[in-house]
């Protein structure tokens, strides 16, 4: 069965220090990989997306994530965490001809960012 | 272009009681998908609706229901709530495949809507 793992339920950085977010994936065929984050009280939001083009995928608001298809992983960076990076981490996979619809998510990760 | 919007925002129910949840995707997605939110479980998928069909159902028992309508929104159902099933209730739209096939394009969420079961 294919499944996301999300490495730490919670990180924790200072202001301006690299952010990693990580992520590893289960999988028989071929992933599609997300990264979403959630303020509180709201939906997800995209951040970046893989879909088996270029390995090292760049998104919104200076993250970006590499899929590593020996290590099955997927791990978000950012190079300087900003106050308003605090907020959820959502990792998720969908598979191209088996499943209508379905986004498998892992259980989160939240981010801190002290001043 | 608007957003996936979901109303309520906000519920509050007993249990036994049911309580329907609306769906409204971005203008041109026909596919809907709903997710329920826990503390506990995270988020799990529900169901999938594309041209008023459920493609695709997750493992919750059959007290959770939904439909769409010819214009792509999309209702979900829950009968007889029981305290376990508050939570926060997403959906999200995309658009479909080719030929309506499975798609992995990308899924844009609405704001939720938060029930609580008392």
């Known amino acids: 069965a294919q499944s996301v793992t999300q490495l730490g339920s919670h990180v924790s950085v200072s202001e301006g220090a690299l952010v990693l977010l990580r992520c590893n994936y289960s999988s028989s065929v071929p992933p599609y990989l997300f990264w979403y984050v959630q303020y509180p009280n709201q939906g997800l939001q995209l951040l970046l997306k893989y879909t088996s083009a270029a390995t090292l995928v760049k998104g919104i608001n200076g993250f970006e994530a590499e899929f590593k298809k020996s290590e099955t992983s997927f791990h978000l960076t950012k190079p300087s965490a900003h106050m308003s990076d605090a907020a959820e981490y959502f990792c998720a996979v969908t598979f191209i001809g088996t499943s209508y619809g379905k986004l498998t998510f892992g259980q989160g990760t939240i981010l801190t960012v002290h001043p | 272009k608007a957003g996936v919007t979901q109303t309520p925002r906000y519920l509050i129910k007993t249990r036994g009681q049911q309580v329907t949840l609306s769906c409204s995707p971005i203008s041109g997605h026909r596919s809907v998908s709903w997710y329920q939110q826990t503390p506990g479980q995270g988020l799990q998928f529900l169901f999938e609706?594309?041209?008023?069909?459920?493609?695709n159902k997750g493992n919750f028992p059959g007290r959770f229901s939904g439909r769409q309508f010819s214009n792509s929104r999309s209702e979900m159902n829950v009968s007889t709530l029981e305290l376990g099933d508050s939570a926060l209730y997403l959906c999200?739209?995309?658009?479909?495949?080719?030929?309506?096939?499975?798609?992995?394009?990308?899924?844009?969420f609405g704001p939720g809507t938060r029930l609580t079961v008392l």
């Open positions: 609706y594309f041209s008023e069909t459920q493609r």
């Open positions: 999200a739209s995309s658009l479909p495949g080719l030929a309506g096939g499975p798609s992995t394009d990308t899924q844009y």
